[in-house]
């Protein structure tokens, strides 16, 4: 089954630390994914795609697909982080599986 | 460009009445979903609609139904509105070769 994981519901951290959230999916052709955000009060928004290979607001994320996983990374958090994060994938149909989400919080 | 827009923003609903969540984009968008956001459980698809009279069926339809008479409009309809249905409701949109969506601010919905 086409399935999302994200094992953390909340990460918490102080700002300057490294974050990771972790991301692994279940899925046997060629994955896309993508990490959506939310902000406090905001809709959720694309953070990045794994297509495009490109680095938003210091965040990484790297497909792994020996792994199956495709984890979120910031090498220094700062407080403006502090969201939900959510990771999801595109099986190759219209539709996009969510995984069920991270809230991190960076702390002073 | 407004985006996509949802109204209302917040609903509190008696068990049994119905009601419709109202979902607009303006960025010429064939592809259109409406999921709903429960704590812990991230967004589960409710229907989505591929363009213009075209709808499907997501991850959890039940309760719920919908229409596409126009590229803009997507809305979602409740007929008996039940507690399991208390949630926060995004309208989602995007073109047909893109993968990204473009999410509504939500309508936090409440059913007593």
């Known amino acids: 089954a086409q399935r999302v994981t994200q094992p953390e519901k909340l990460l918490s951290v102080f700002k300057g630390a490294p974050v990771e959230l972790k991301c692994n999916y279940s899925y046997s052709g060629s994955p896309e994914l993508f990490w959506y955000v939310q902000y406090s009060r905001q809709r959720l928004q694309l953070l990045l795609r794994h297509i495009s290979r490109e680095s938003i607001k210091g965040f990484t994320a790297d497909l792994n697909k020996g792994e199956t996983s495709f984890h979120l990374k910031k090498p220094f958090a700062q407080e403006e982080d502090s969201a939900m994060y959510y990771c999801?994938?595109?099986?190759?149909?219209?539709?996009?599986?969510f995984g069920t989400g991270t809230r991190l919080q960076v702390f002073p | 460009n407004a985006g996509v827009t949802q109204t209302p923003k917040f609903r509190i609903l008696k068990i049994g009445q119905s009601m419709t969540l109202q979902c607009t984009q303006d960025m010429n968008h064939n592809y259109m979903y409406w999921y709903r956001q429960d704590p812990g459980m991230g967004l589960k698809l409710i229907y989505y609609?591929?363009?213009?009279?075209?709808?499907d069926k997501g991850e959890v339809p039940n309760g719920y139904n919908v229409s596409r008479s126009t590229t803009e409009d997507f809305p979602l309809r409740l007929e008996l509105a039940a507690p399991s249905q208390t949630s926060v409701y995004f309208c989602?949109?995007?073109?047909?070769?893109?993968?990204?969506?473009?999410f509504g601010p939500g309508t936090r919905l409440t059913v007593l």
């Open positions: 989602a949109s995007r073109l047909e070769f893109s993968n990204e969506q473009f």
């Open positions: 999801a994938l595109n099986p190759n149909t219209d539709k996009l599986i």
């Open positions: 609609s591929v363009g213009a009279g075209i709808t």
